[in-house]
Antibody
Framework: QVQLVQSGAEVKKPGASVKVSCESS???ISWVRQAPGQGLEWMGW????????NYAPKFQGRVSMTTDKSTSTVYMELRSLRSDDTAVYYC????????????WGQGALVTVSS | DIQMTQSPSSLSASVGDRVTITCRAS??????LNWYQQKSGKAPELLIH???TLQGGVPSRFSGSGSATDFTLTISNLQPEDFATYYC?????????FGQGTKLEIK
């Protein structure tokens, strides 16, 4: 049974950073976000060994995806937060980075507000 | 980036109906097209991958077809649990991109 468990909701001020975790059992993971009432937006991918990452150009320079192999947890850190970063952030299994997102975490709401 | 355009944006139908949702890619993506279902307040779920392969556990009333730039998701014999929002997504190149979604509502 594949289960991805994410960290809880966060409230951040503009300009701050947020780090969302995903217990991933060592799987390759993509991160996808969804602003309130909006569609899905792919942010990037990290392989289970943390050897490779592939970030969407929109987030390049502002996002980091890392893996803690000791706890099989993947992290997504987003910096210089703006109000339009308010969204639910999902991790999803993406084996080999082929883009088939077959299992998803429950999502973590990040609210950016002054 | 490859743009994905879904139509319609919303759709009303009744239990037992057959509905079709269309997804068009701005460039040819072969069969690298996935469909997801998202219910209110929940994470998306994978329904179909590589354009027409049903994900395990997905009912056979769901089907997908298409290649290159034009794809369809068909739901036959709509059930109450099928009323949700559906997204297509291309897995041909990065950045992965999604359609804007189609909200399927009960008539």
């Amino acid at each position: 049974q594949v289960q991805l468990v994410q960290s809880g909701a966060e409230v951040k001020k503009p300009g701050a950073s947020v780090k969302v975790s995903c217990e991933s059992s060592g799987y390759d993971i993509s991160w996808v976000r969804q602003a309130p009432g909006q569609g899905l937006e792919w942010m990037g991918w990290i392989n289970g060994y943390s050897v490779s990452t592939n970030y969407a150009p929109k987030f390049q320079g502002r996002v980091s995806m890392t893996t803690d192999k000791s706890t099989s947890t993947v992290y997504m850190e987003l910096r210089s937060l703006r109000s339009d970063d308010t969204a639910v952030y999902y991790c999803a299994r993406d084996l080999g980075g082929y883009g088939k997102l077959d299992y998803w975490g429950q999502g973590a709401l990040v609210t950016v507000s002054s | 980036d490859i743009q994905m355009t879904q139509s319609p944006s919303s759709l009303s139908a009744s239990v037992g109906d057959r509905v079709t949702i269309t997804c068009r890619a701005s460039h040819g993506i072969r069969n690298s097209l996935n469909w997801y279902q998202q219910k209110s307040g929940k994470a998306p779920e994978l329904l179909i991958h590589t354009a027409s392969t049903l994900q395990g556990g997905v009912p056979s009333r769901f089907s997908g077809s298409g290649s290159a730039t034009d794809f369809t998701l068909t739901i036959s014999n709509l059930q109450p649990e099928d009323f949700a929002t559906y997204y297509c997504q291309q897995s041909y190149s990065t950045p992965r991109t999604f359609g804007q979604g189609t909200k399927l509502e009960i008539k």
